[in-house]
Nanobody, 122 residues
Framework: QVQLVESGGGLVQAGGSLRLSCAAS????????MGWFRQAPGKEREFVAA????????NYADSVKGRFTISRDNAKNTVYLQMNSLKPEDTAVYYC???????????????WGQGTQVTVSS
């Protein structure tokens, strides 16, 4: 089991940027894929991005491709989500996730952080 703590959310105007961080702790972290999901009010949790241990395999949702960048610093056991050109529809609670494989549905991931709110004003 891995423990995850997100930070970096906040309020930003449309077109602005935010960087989310997710600090991981636990055993055998190198075995885990790390991902980001988001959930807007009244909507299901949706996949945003995911990365493997080496950073050689990265997936993005079509809605964020070209605007968001996922990365990880294994020395710090931290994964990041750089979000640029933010839109009001990006407003959601953003969750960090970890598991042994990359999946695009929330049920594919076993470990979750508590979430961090991102609000984009128009």
């Amino acid at each position: 089991q891995v423990q995850l703590v997100e930070s970096g959310g906040g309020l930003v105007q449309a077109g602005g940027s935010l960087r989310l961080s997710c600090a991981a702790s636990g055993r055998a972290l190198s075995r885990y894929y790390m991902g980001w999901f988001r959930q807007a009010p009244g909507k299901e949790r949706e996949f945003v991005a995911a990365i493997n241990w080496t950073g050689g395999r990265i997936n993005y949702a079509d809605s964020v491709k070209g605007r968001f960048t996922i990365s990880r610093d294994n020395a710090k056991n931290t994964v990041y989500l750089q979000m640029n050109s933010l839109k009001p529809e990006d407003t959601a609670v953003y969750y960090c996730a970890a598991d042994y494989s990359i999946g695009r549905t929330s049920s594919d991931w076993g470990s979750w952080g508590q979430g961090t709110q991102v609000t984009v004003s128009s």
